[in-house]
């Protein structure tokens, strides 16, 4: 079980890091790919609600489908014909996402049973990831490219923390292992 959260922990540090090397070098491919995957979402929820408003057999399931799909179909218009409105919108979905995902990370930290070494790895990331929802909520209008950057450089501390934390895994279950192999 240990390696498997090392190795699962070594994979998304991997990921964060190389995601934040592409969004710190390219901005506007980032803010760009960011637009086009929420229109895209769009689109297809836009397509399955319409599926299952046609395949619904009572008249208020019907609306509220169809209605559901209109709204989607809205929103991907919307990123398509706007994407800089849809930039900021992304921007403020970002912090939301950011502060909740620290205040978890944080939470962790006080778990029972872990190292300090691995509780001061939770901690970190999860204050970055608040700060990073803190400063995005509070100037969302610091534009998409700053997003971008932003987003790029707190994805390359996050992939960073992430194999330090994997590393510190790794060797807890290495030790694990020891230990039961010599008590065998």
């Known amino acids: 079980m240990l390696f498997s959260l090392s190795s699962s922990l070594l994979w998304r540090g991997l990921l964060a890091l190389v995601i934040g090397l592409v969004a710190v070098g390219w901005p506007n491919i980032t803010v760009g790919a960011f637009v086009i995957l929420f229109a895209i979402y769009a689109f297809v929820m836009a397509g399955t609600d319409l599926a299952r408003a046609f395949r619904a057999d009572r008249a208020g399931t019907v609306v509220s489908y169809l ?3 209109l709204l989607a179909l809205a929103a991907g218009l919307g990123a398509v014909l706007w ?3 849809t930039a900021v919108v992304l921007t403020v979905w970002v912090a939301v996402w950011a502060f909740l995902t620290g205040v978890v990370e944080v939470a962790l930290a006080f ?5 300090a070494g691995e509780r001061a790895a939770w901690a970190f990331g999860g204050l970055v990831s608040i700060a990073l929802g803190v400063v995005l909520g ?3 209008d610091i534009g998409a490219l700053a997003l971008a950057t932003v987003f790029g450089l707190f994805s390359i501390v996050y992939g960073a923390y992430a194999l330090v934390l994997s590393a510190q895994v790794h060797r807890v279950g290495i030790s694990a292992e020891r230990l039961s192999d010599s008590t065998a």
């Open 138 to 140: 509070i100037r969302p």
């Open 67 to 69: 209605l559901l799909a």
């Open 111 to 115: 778990r029972s049973g872990e190292t």
């Open 83 to 85: 994407p800089g409105i």
